[in-house]
């Protein structure tokens, strides 16, 4: 007896009721008109806070308009096809041999801030329309990450949970029953970044007759021939044969987050393995315009209330925002170099998405008292604009870029960064954070140092920017109360476990950065050998076992100053000492570096937090 398949007529679906054996489904979503619908009535059963638009299936919340992150932790969506899966070929087959199937799709995650990603997605296959938990489990399976039904899923992971054995955080995983993966790889093996902002393509094709799932990942729209995973697997031991299974998609974020979007979604299935059933690649519509992409900015929007700049003149700054102007996108916005009309001067112009009303005072109250810092070592605010709910910086432009560019990326890929600038760069860093600490009318905690927020002007004099600012515009927060906010190199341990900012969580972030520039790598490096993956951890390892230059960055050779060298890898850790109260203040920091106060004791070894006191070092490690 044929199982009774309601379609929806909204589907572009091709069903072949051969009366007796064969059933052959094809749908596609996300292409060629058949949109995404989230209504009962449409093609989408949805969960959570999935959601649907002609621009695509978004999994969880993404309103560019609301910048408190609050709004996006612990999120999850789930969305499922309308349409059911029956499981057996056929019901009069004695041998109860299942189906194959192919499903292919586009998908494109973005990261509230790269090195702090939400929790990943994953396409489901379930035996019951129920979602699950955020964070880890995906809102697939339960707290715990055990199935709520009969579960299959394919996850995209983006989070690296080590309690459960991820290797990183850009993996592909077969979860089956429960969310311990049982079969995982690193998608960094084929060059992709599932959260990087981009299309990600994957194909799953399950062969009932050799009984393998094999999944295929790309950048781009060209099915590999070679499969990504391959995973031996009886459908059957699954699920149940005689049961009609939910199809579909799910993602979750949990104390940091990303957006995702699923596009041009395609399934089909055969009942009968022998037939081949070729799935289209998936179809690729023109992308939406960027809100403010060339020629879309229209002179309606100069309305908008201008401080100190128009927005007309940043749009003439910027070529209308125009792609070719375009440094840098975030999820939070884009930043466009541009020329000011009148002065002719050089110009990064920062356009953040829209904010609430309440965030907006805050912010513009947080803009006015940053715009008055002048500092040699800090990047001016020239002044910003605010045009309905945007709100648009303008900085000077630093045409050098930042220090992470010039240690890891220079224009010329074999020019090393010379140890003389190395430390101009960190002595300037350090006189512009005791400035922000101690130098001005009032204490700004800068919440962001990093190598990347470093710019260096045409000398390679650092210069500070984004400071502040941090908390309303970058979500840096988000990683603050997760267990391992801290290795991420740059993040105190005290904040991951109060989520508050000091001025000692900066001088935490500063130490990093110190050892960044002496041992010319990542503070966090997962490609690493594991001892190796924590700056910080390395650092005093290696002083501990008495090689501390084992550290430094090989590119130097032995073009380097070894008492600079000692007093910059030395002074990185006791900022970076795990106890707030036993790092120095930056007014230390800079009567260090400067020559004028004698570097104080730093352990032998990395100490243990929440010590009151030093543990007496070894004389040798003195200067
Ligand atoms: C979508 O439309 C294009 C162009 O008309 C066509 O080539 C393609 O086969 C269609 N795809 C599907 C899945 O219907
Ligand atoms: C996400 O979903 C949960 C549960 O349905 C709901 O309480 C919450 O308000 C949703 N959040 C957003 C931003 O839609
Ligand atoms: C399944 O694998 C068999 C053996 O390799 C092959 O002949 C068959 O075409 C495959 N079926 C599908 C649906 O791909
Ligand atoms: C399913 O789609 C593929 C590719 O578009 C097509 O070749 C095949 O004939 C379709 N199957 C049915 C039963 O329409
Ligand atoms: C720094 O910027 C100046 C001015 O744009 C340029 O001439 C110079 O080549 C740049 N130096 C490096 C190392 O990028």
Redesign the pocket.
Known sequence: MMRDIRFRSVLSIIVLRALVKHVVANFTLGANGTSFQCTDRGNLWCFGNASASPAGLMLTPIDRAIMAYEYYLWTAGMALSTTQIPLQKSESDPTRTSISFSTSFRFIIEPSDPNYRGDGMAFVMLSEGRQGFSGGSFGVFDRRGHHIARTLAIEFDTHENWDLGDENNNHVGVDVQDVNSKLARSAWEVSIDLAGSYSIYSWIDYNSSTQNLEVRISSDNAKPSLPFIVYPLNLFDVFHPDELVYVGFSAANGLCFNFYTVHDWTFSFVSDPEAIVQVSPPILPALPPEPGGGGKVQVALIAGVSLEFSFEQLCIATDQFGEESKLGQGAFGAVYRGQLPDTGQLVAVKRLNPVSNQGLKGFLAEVSIISQIRHRNIVKLLGWCKDRGNLLLVYELM??GSLDKALFH??NPKSVLPWKLRFKIISGSADALYYLHEGWRQQVIHRDFKSSNIMLD?DFNAMLGDFGLARMVDHSQCPATTQIAGTFGYIAPEVAGSGRFTDKADVYAFGAVALVIACGRPAFLFKAPVEQIFLVDWVWEKLDQESLFDVVDPRLGEEFDAKEMKLLLLLGLLCSHPNAGSRPTMREVVEILGGRVALPLVPSSKPQPHYLSFVASDPHQSI
């Open positions: 045409p050098n220079p224009a045409q």
